[in-house]
């Protein structure tokens, strides 16, 4: 497809089990971000993957987090033991970077997690 | 280390009146600056930014904002709103350095009454 997409669209888990999350980001865009949305809050930041650059991880909320991009395209993000506050909705968004110039973000649709 | 403030979470508006959505930052050095509309149950999308050059920056759907850089704000306005309007605004900032990282502010929540 022409836009980044993500699956699952929806999670529900139980506490403690692990999940994983994908993102398909645009093709030919080589950054790469995932960002968590709690109810009522904003976009919290936790990781970014450039190129073959090592990922700047410095928002991932704790050890349980991590994440992973194969062949400089598909995303997955892994949380291990979900907790409660783990609920949100995850958004993943890829850019194109070249030179200096900014390029916008495009966004997937997220991925809504439950924790029960 | 860069933030942004976003300081109303939610403005209702009659339909047809104007509207500003308040955005303020702090950074040590220059930054871009962006604002997105999330659309209930749909991704983020790009409304405007600033690079640099002109200080008032027209986006999409007839929106506009304001660069100041002496009040380090970047505010939001639309003069006659619609129903469709209805949707979470963020603020965003990126400094301008080869890091690509983009802090988002916590959002307003705009709600165009009929």
């Known amino acids: 497809g022409a836009g980044v997409s993500q699956s699952p669209s929806n999670k529900v888990t139980e506490k403690g089990k692990d999940v994983e999350l994908r993102c398909d980001p645009i093709s030919g865009h080589t950054a790469l971000y995932w960002y968590r949305q709690s109810l009522g809050q904003g976009l919290e930041f936790l990781i970014y993957?450039?190129?073959?650059?090592?990922?700047?991880k410095s928002g991932l909320p704790s050890d349980r987090f991590s994440a992973e991009r194969t062949g400089g395209s598909v995303s997955t993000l892994t949380i291990q033991r979900t907790q409660q506050e783990d609920s949100a909705v995850y958004l993943c968004?890829?850019?194109?970077?070249?030179?200096?110039?900014?390029?916008?973000?495009?966004f997937g649709p997220g991925t809504r997690l439950t924790v029960l | 280390a860069q933030s942004v403030t976003q300081l109303d979470s939610q403005v209702p508006v009659f339909e047809e009146a104007p509207v500003e959505l308040r955005c303020n930052y702090s950074s040590s050095v220059s930054v871009y600056l962006f604002w997105y509309v999330q659309y209930p149950n749909q991704g983020l999308q790009l409304l405007l930014k600033y690079l640099s050059g002109s200080t008032l920056v027209k986006g999409i759907n007839g929106f506009e904002a304001e660069f100041n850089k002496s009040q380090t704000s970047f505010h939001l306005r639309k003069p006659s709103v619609h129903i469709s309007d209805t949707a979470e605004y963020f603020c965003?900032?990126?400094?301008?350095?080869?890091?690509?990282?983009?802090?988002f502010g916590p959002g307003t929540s705009l709600s165009v009454i009929p």
């Open positions: 993957f450039q190129g073959n650059s090592a990922p700047d």
């Open positions: 968004a890829s850019r194109v970077r070249s030179g200096d110039s900014y390029n916008e973000q495009f």
């Open positions: 965003a900032v990126r400094q301008k350095t080869s890091y690509d990282k983009v802090i």
